[in-house]
Protein backbone atom coordinates (compact mmCIF):
# COMPACT_ATOMS: atom_id res chain seq x y z
CA UNK A 1 0.00 0.00 0.00
CA UNK A 2 2.63 2.17 1.05
CA UNK A 3 4.73 1.85 -2.32
CA UNK A 4 1.76 2.19 -4.69
CA UNK A 5 0.59 5.45 -2.70
CA UNK A 6 4.53 6.54 -3.01
CA UNK A 7 4.05 5.85 -6.67
CA UNK A 8 0.62 8.62 -6.88
CA UNK A 9 2.06 10.62 -4.36
CA UNK A 10 5.73 11.55 -5.87
CA UNK A 11 4.20 11.95 -9.60
CA UNK A 12 1.82 14.35 -8.51
CA UNK A 13 4.92 16.64 -6.26
CA UNK A 14 7.24 15.48 -8.99
CA UNK A 15 5.26 18.41 -11.13
CA UNK A 16 6.85 21.14 -8.91
CA UNK A 17 10.42 20.04 -9.53
CA UNK A 18 9.50 19.74 -13.56
CA UNK A 19 7.66 23.13 -14.06
CA UNK A 20 8.51 26.35 -11.89
CA UNK A 21 5.29 27.39 -12.17
CA UNK A 22 2.87 24.28 -13.23
CA UNK A 23 -0.75 24.91 -14.35
CA UNK A 24 -3.28 22.70 -12.71
CA UNK A 25 -3.68 20.29 -15.52
CA UNK A 26 -0.20 19.21 -14.90
CA UNK A 27 -0.68 18.01 -11.82
CA UNK A 28 -3.80 16.35 -13.26
CA UNK A 29 -2.13 14.74 -16.16
CA UNK A 30 0.74 13.81 -13.93
CA UNK A 31 -2.01 12.02 -11.49
CA UNK A 32 -3.61 10.58 -14.22
CA UNK A 33 -1.24 8.86 -15.49
CA UNK A 34 0.07 7.63 -12.30
CA UNK A 35 -3.52 6.17 -11.60
CA UNK A 36 -3.89 4.71 -15.25
CA UNK A 37 -0.41 3.53 -14.81
CA UNK A 38 -1.43 1.22 -12.09
CA UNK A 39 -4.50 0.37 -13.10
CA UNK A 40 -3.41 -1.08 -16.76
CA UNK A 41 0.10 -1.33 -17.14
CA UNK A 42 1.60 -2.12 -20.42
CA UNK A 43 4.26 -4.43 -18.82
CA UNK A 44 1.68 -6.70 -17.10
CA UNK A 45 -0.61 -6.99 -20.14
CA UNK A 46 -2.85 -4.28 -19.06
CA UNK A 47 -3.77 -6.81 -15.69
CA UNK A 48 -3.07 -4.25 -12.69
CA UNK A 49 -4.63 -3.18 -9.22
CA UNK A 50 -7.85 -1.50 -8.62
CA UNK A 51 -5.70 1.62 -8.33
CA UNK A 52 -6.68 2.32 -4.61
CA UNK A 53 -3.84 3.27 -3.25
CA UNK A 54 -2.44 5.30 -5.96
CA UNK A 55 -5.08 6.99 -6.17
CA UNK A 56 -4.70 7.99 -2.37
CA UNK A 57 -1.56 9.03 -3.37
CA UNK A 58 -2.52 10.98 -5.90
CA UNK A 59 -4.86 12.64 -4.09
CA UNK A 60 -2.55 13.49 -0.50
CA UNK A 61 -0.29 15.15 -2.93
CA UNK A 62 -3.01 17.31 -4.67
CA UNK A 63 -5.70 18.20 -1.96
CA UNK A 64 -5.84 19.64 1.39
CA UNK A 65 -5.41 17.02 4.80
CA UNK A 66 -9.11 17.43 5.31
CA UNK A 67 -9.96 15.70 2.06
CA UNK A 68 -7.55 12.70 2.54
CA UNK A 69 -8.32 12.05 5.89
CA UNK A 70 -12.03 11.79 5.45
CA UNK A 71 -11.64 8.96 3.07
CA UNK A 72 -9.29 7.32 5.44
CA UNK A 73 -11.54 7.63 8.31
CA UNK A 74 -14.36 6.47 5.93
CA UNK A 75 -12.02 3.42 4.43
CA UNK A 76 -11.37 2.35 8.02
CA UNK A 77 -14.94 2.87 9.48
CA UNK A 78 -16.19 0.84 6.65
CA UNK A 79 -13.80 -1.92 6.63
CA UNK A 80 -13.86 -2.55 10.04
CA UNK A 81 -17.74 -2.72 10.08
CA UNK A 82 -18.50 -4.59 7.03
CA UNK A 83 -14.68 -6.42 6.74
CA UNK A 84 -15.33 -5.93 2.63
CA UNK A 85 -12.25 -4.14 1.37
CA UNK A 86 -14.02 -3.59 -1.70
CA UNK A 87 -17.00 -1.41 -0.16
CA UNK A 88 -14.35 0.66 2.39
CA UNK A 89 -12.61 1.32 -1.12
CA UNK A 90 -15.57 2.56 -3.01
CA UNK A 91 -16.71 4.33 0.23
CA UNK A 92 -13.75 6.27 0.37
CA UNK A 93 -13.32 7.10 -3.05
CA UNK A 94 -16.81 8.52 -3.13
CA UNK A 95 -16.27 10.07 0.33
CA UNK A 96 -13.44 11.98 -1.27
CA UNK A 97 -15.26 13.11 -4.23
CA UNK A 98 -18.10 14.56 -1.84
CA UNK A 99 -16.05 16.26 0.25
CA UNK A 100 -14.09 18.01 -2.43
CA UNK A 101 -17.41 19.44 -3.80
CA UNK A 102 -19.29 20.36 -0.40
CA UNK A 103 -16.14 21.63 1.49
CA UNK A 104 -13.12 22.18 -1.19
CA UNK A 105 -14.70 24.37 -3.52
CA UNK A 106 -16.67 22.51 -5.91
CA UNK A 107 -17.32 23.55 -9.30
CA UNK A 108 -16.10 27.48 -8.86
CA UNK A 109 -13.96 28.24 -11.90
CA UNK A 110 -10.61 27.91 -10.15
CA UNK A 111 -11.43 24.27 -8.99
CA UNK A 112 -13.49 22.32 -11.20
CA UNK A 113 -10.73 20.43 -13.23
CA UNK A 114 -9.80 18.62 -9.78
CA UNK A 115 -13.42 18.43 -8.51
CA UNK A 116 -14.01 16.11 -11.76
CA UNK A 117 -10.72 14.58 -11.50
CA UNK A 118 -11.69 13.47 -7.87
CA UNK A 119 -14.95 12.25 -9.70
CA UNK A 120 -13.24 10.21 -11.94
CA UNK A 121 -11.40 8.61 -9.74
CA UNK A 122 -14.19 7.37 -7.94
CA UNK A 123 -15.69 6.30 -11.38
CA UNK A 124 -12.57 4.76 -11.98
CA UNK A 125 -12.38 2.98 -8.52
CA UNK A 126 -16.08 1.70 -9.24
CA UNK A 127 -15.40 0.40 -12.67
CA UNK A 128 -12.04 -1.54 -11.33
CA UNK A 129 -14.59 -3.23 -8.68
CA UNK A 130 -16.98 -4.48 -10.77
CA UNK A 131 -16.60 -7.88 -10.46
CA UNK A 132 -16.45 -7.37 -6.33
CA UNK A 133 -19.82 -5.46 -7.04
CA UNK A 134 -20.95 -8.55 -9.05
CA UNK A 135 -19.73 -10.90 -6.36
CA UNK A 136 -21.19 -8.66 -3.23
CA UNK A 137 -24.77 -9.03 -4.99
CA UNK A 138 -24.06 -12.82 -5.24
CA UNK A 139 -23.23 -13.25 -1.35
CA UNK A 140 -20.13 -14.64 -2.85
CA UNK A 141 -17.56 -12.07 -1.86
CA UNK A 142 -14.82 -12.47 0.64
CA UNK A 143 -14.54 -10.70 3.67
CA UNK A 144 -10.99 -9.65 5.32
CA UNK A 145 -10.40 -11.74 9.29
CA UNK A 146 -11.68 -9.81 11.86
CA UNK A 147 -12.13 -11.25 15.23
CA UNK A 148 -15.64 -10.05 15.56
CA UNK A 149 -16.34 -11.26 12.18
CA UNK A 150 -17.35 -15.05 12.23
Known amino acids: FICDAAKGYVAVRGVNWIFAEP??????LAGSLAVIGHY???WLGFKGGK???????????LLP?????????IFVVV???????????????WAAAAVKIFFGG???????PITLFVIGIALLI???HKDNIVRLKQGKESKIKLPWFK
Open 65 to 73: FLLVTTALL
Open 40 to 42: KPL
Open 126 to 128: MIA
Open 23 to 28: MVEYYI
Open 51 to 61: AVATSFGVLLG
Open 106 to 112: GFNQQNY
Open 79 to 93: LLSTAYVSVASMSAS
